[in-house]
């Protein structure tokens, strides 16, 4: 076989693989090894158990575990995602779910849970468990745990926890984190590129 | 407690937070306006006027304290567009027209001084500094880089006034004396020299994304979500920045054509 006959198959593999691959996110920070999507099952706010890995498989998935009573990084975290996706076309906002764990479970009923969600989008999916459930599955992950602070004078607290997105793609992994802090022009970047993970496969 | 207010991340409260920063600022702010416009009034300048320039004194402190100050520094594009209004385009033609003449009588014959203030208060000059000043504190990097630390805060808020005298200097105090600096040349400087803020502001009201993370990253706020507060801030600049100036243009117009034109025509200050 000649050099140009064996050379010329391999540069059309190559070429076919760098066209086909989605582009990298440009935010947030990557997660390495991927992170396989995870099993689990929750309540979610209609009361139903909800399944993550089997409801969630292969879509655009955002991961968070936050509290409804939290002042300033959750409702922040979730409109600014919540912005973005209401600017995708029709097809690619199908293609996306936002799933919200509370970390604080003694407060966040399932009503309230609700009704949080819905000031940002009444499509994002809300998930209740008991708390050591909910710790079981944030370690299985590699998450911290949420930490209960102090209650105060008036008997409020606030809940530690780590303020980051993970985001599933249509391969059933996640590749990258988004932390506390991403903007919205960011989101905007990146999320049509995490889309094409799926696109990838599809073609 | 602070000395001026900055965007400290934490929670909105309407809890009052005091900022001795800005009392002593109003506080010099106000003492320089007293001695200037008692020497207007044995200058002949009419009483009305003083009570204007004692009006921008109380807007410049309202702006700058608590609520609007501390909201404007570190929760909402809304209130920071509103101290941008204020201090640069409604205080400072209101605090320059009482004290134009002891201004004027205040400039040097000959000198550096002299040179400096002739040179700066140039028209061109004078809405090239206004400009620049308005361009580089709307850079989102510049904002976000100098809104959480009091000393930046301070930055952007002296030279907003700064920027805003130096800008209604020529039109108002006219002095050194530029007799080409007529009524209609007035008029079309100050509608030059403001096409630039506007344009700020459209860029505001068109964006599709909040375009400062001060703002878009801080806790929220419950009427209105980052990006519509961008919008509205758009058109605090545009509408009330329109309003000033264009009202102020149309009172020139209509006293230019009617045989007045003595908005800019204090005495000539005294030669040595």
């Known amino acids: 076989m000649s050099l140009s006959r064996f050379l010329a198959p391999c540069m059309a593999a190559v070429l076919l693989s760098t066209a086909c691959a989605a582009p990298a996110p440009r935010h947030g920070v990557p997660i390495e090894p991927a992170l396989p999507r995870p099993s689990f099952t929750l309540t979610d706010t209609r009361g139903i158990p909800f399944e993550f890995g089997q409801e969630t498989r292969g879509l655009l998935t955002f991961l968070f575990f936050g509290y409804t009573n939290c002042p300033d990084v959750c409702p922040v975290h979730v409109a600014n995602v919540a912005a973005v996706l209401r600017k995708l076309p029709f097809e690619d906002q199908r293609k996306a779910r936002f799933v919200f764990v509370t970390a604080d479970p003694a407060r966040d009923s399932l009503s309230a849970l609700r009704r949080w969600l819905d000031q940002f989008d009444a499509s994002f999916i809300g998930l209740r468990g008991d708390e050591a459930e909910v710790i079981r599955i944030m370690s299985g992950i590699g998450l911290p745990p949420a930490i209960r602070g102090a209650a105060g004078p008036d008997g409020r607290y606030e809940v530690g926890h780590p303020a980051t997105v993970i985001v599933f793609t249509a391969d059933d992994s996640a590749h990258v984190l988004y932390p506390f802090g991403t903007r919205q022009l960011d989101w905007a970047e990146d999320i049509p590129r995490l889309l094409r993970v799926r696109r990838q496969r599809e073609d | ?272």
């Open chain 2, 1 to 272: 407690m602070q000395w001026w207010c900055s965007a400290s991340g934490q929670p909105w409260t309407w809890a009052p937070q005091y900022y001795p920063g800005v009392w002593l600022m109003v506080a010099v702010l106000a003492v320089v306006y007293h001695a200037l416009s008692r020497r207007g009034r044995a200058m002949g300048e009419s009483r009305g006027l003083f009570w204007g320039g004692w009006l921008a004194v109380g807007l410049v402190w309202q702006v700058l304290d608590w609520p609007i100050g501390p909201l404007a520094a570190g929760y909402l594009a809304s209130a920071h567009a509103v101290q941008f209004v204020v201090l640069a385009l409604v205080a400072p033609p209101l605090l320059l027209v009482a004290a134009r003449r002891p201004l004027a009588a205040a400039v040097p014959a000959s000198g550096r001084t002299r040179a400096l203030i002739s040179f700066v208060t140039q028209p061109v000059v004078a809405g090239v500094i206004f400009n620049l000043v308005a361009i580089a504190t709307h850079v989102p990097a510049v904002v976000d880089g100098l809104m959480p630390s009091q000393a930046g805060a301070f930055t952007i808020d002296l030279l907003w006034l700064v920027g805003g005298l130096v800008l209604w200097w020529p039109v108002i105090v006219a002095a050194p004396p530029r007799p080409w600096f007529s009524a209609p040349v007035r008029m079309l400087y100050l509608f030059l020299a403001t096409l630039v803020h506007t344009g700020i502001a459209m860029v505001m009201l068109v964006r599709d994304f909040p375009m400062y993370g001060i703002y878009e990253l801080a806790p929220p706020w419950p009427a209105w979500s980052p990006l519509e507060d961008q919008h509205l801030a758009g058109g605090v600049m545009e509408l009330a920045g329109a309003a000033v100036i264009f009202g102020i243009i149309t009172v020139m117009f209509f006293r230019w054509s009617g045989g007045v034109d003595g908005d800019a025509a204090p005495p000539a200050p005294p030669r040595d």
